[in-house]
T-cell receptor, first 115, second 112 residues
Framework: AQSVTQLDSHVSVSEGTPVLLRCNYSSSYSPSLFWYVQHPNKGLQLLLKYTSAATLVKGINGFEAEFKKSETSFHLTKPSAHMSDAAEYFCVVRDWMEYGNKLVFGAGTILRVKS | NAGVTQTPKFQVLKTGQSMTLQCAQDMNHEYMSWYRQDPGMGLRLIHYSVGAGITDQGEVPNGYNVSRSTTEDFPLRLLSAAPSQTSVYFC???????????FGQGTRLTVV
């Protein structure tokens, strides 16, 4: 079975400084990986996805993630944090099924942005 | 295009009551699923469906029933609510062969 581990439950950065949210995955084959964001009391929004194309994936709002097979990592980064980035972020791997699309979620990382 | 619509947004139940969480999508997606979200645990799959008439259990199915009579609708039933079912519930749908899931806005359920 596929799994993901988000290495930090909370990350705090100052506005304008870089953001790094770490994610390691476990997969027996080439995975499909995603980052979703959830703002307080809101639903989930897809930030970006990796599906075996380019290893550096660009997403919305200036976020990007790099797929590193040798390290089994898919860390999320942003060069400069904005107050509006404060939210919970989920690293997600697609688990193989004959049909459908089962997603396995990490426990989440809460990002705090200080002014 | 409304996407995935969940109702209600909030609900308070007493222990032992039953209720149905509604989920509808207008994207003609075959695959639909229900997740629950609990603090520090991410989202966990409750039940899923790969098409009308076909459902199966996820990793935390106990206490929940589902049915899929149409492509559009995938209701989640709590037969006898328990405090352990206090959670936020998300419905999601995906197109055939698609990798991305589209989520509803969630239902916040409290069982007292």
């Amino acid at each position: 079975a596929q799994s993901v581990t988000q290495l930090d439950s909370h990350v705090s950065v100052s506005e304008g400084t870089p953001v790094l949210l770490r994610c390691n995955y476990s997969s027996s084959y080439s995975p499909s990986l995603f980052w979703y964001v959830q703002h307080p009391n809101k639903g989930l929004q897809l930030l970006l996805k990796y599906t075996s194309a380019a290893t550096l994936v660009k997403g919305i709002n200036g976020f990007e993630a790099e797929f590193k097979k040798s390290e089994t990592s898919f860390h999320l980064t942003k060069p400069s944090a904005h107050m509006s980035d404060a939210a919970e972020y989920f690293c997600v791997v697609r688990d193989w099924m004959e049909y459908g699309n089962k997603l396995v979620f990490g426990a989440g990382t809460i990002l705090r942005v200080k002014s | 295009n409304a996407g995935v619509t969940q109702t209600p947004k909030f609900q308070v139940l007493k222990t032992g009551q039953s209720m149905t969480l509604q989920c509808a999508q207008d994207m003609n997606h075959e695959y639909m699923s229900w997740y629950r979200q609990d603090p520090g645990m991410g989202l966990r799959l409750i039940h899923y469906s790969v098409g009308a008439g076909i459902t199966d259990q996820g990793e935390v199915p106990n206490g929940y029933n589902v049915s899929r009579s149409t492509t559009e609708d995938f209701p989640l039933r709590l037969l006898s609510a328990a405090p352990s079912q206090t959670s936020v519930y998300f419905c999601a749908s995906s197109p055939p062969g698609g990798t991305e899931a589209f989520f509803g806005q969630g239902t916040r359920l409290t069982v007292v």
